[in-house]
Nanobody, 115 residues
Framework: VQLVESGGGLVQPGGSLRLSCAAS????????MSWYRQVPGKERELVAL????????NYADSVKGRFTISRDNAKSTLYLYMNSLKPEDTAVYYC?????????WGQGTQVTVSS
């Protein structure tokens, strides 16, 4: 299993970013996928979840209405569209899949929201 995140960077408050996660080594279309984030000294937190078919999503209360998770099963790619970004969204964002009772993570991509 390999998960490779991209798309992070520095953005001003109120700005937008799109994160991508390229997946390989497993049948992407058969698994729920998630985005997590982590700041130093805190536990990794679930940001958004999407079903295998992409027909149901769930979000942390802190990002509802601002973030959108989606997937392209033909490209084995997961996305996170982030709008109206706030300084408190600053974190390393990770792509995740739970496969055979084991969590797999990418290397993460840094998102920094600052003026």
């Amino acid at each position: 299993v390999q998960l490779v995140e991209s798309g992070g960077g520095l953005v001003q408050p109120g700005g937008s970013l799109r994160l991508s996660c390229a997946a390989s080594g497993f049948k992407f279309s058969s698994y729920y996928m998630s985005w997590y984030r982590q700041v130093p000294g805190k536990e990794r937190e679930l940001v958004a979840l999407i079903t295998d078919a992409g027909d149901w999503t769930n979000y942390a209360d802190s990002v509802k209405g601002r973030f959108t998770i989606s997937r392209d099963n033909a490209k084995s790619t997961l996305y996170l569209y982030m709008n109206s970004l706030k300084p408190e969204d600053t974190a390393v964002y990770y792509c995740n899949v739970l496969r055979d009772a084991k969590n797999y993570w990418g290397q993460g991509t840094q998102v920094t929201v600052s003026s």
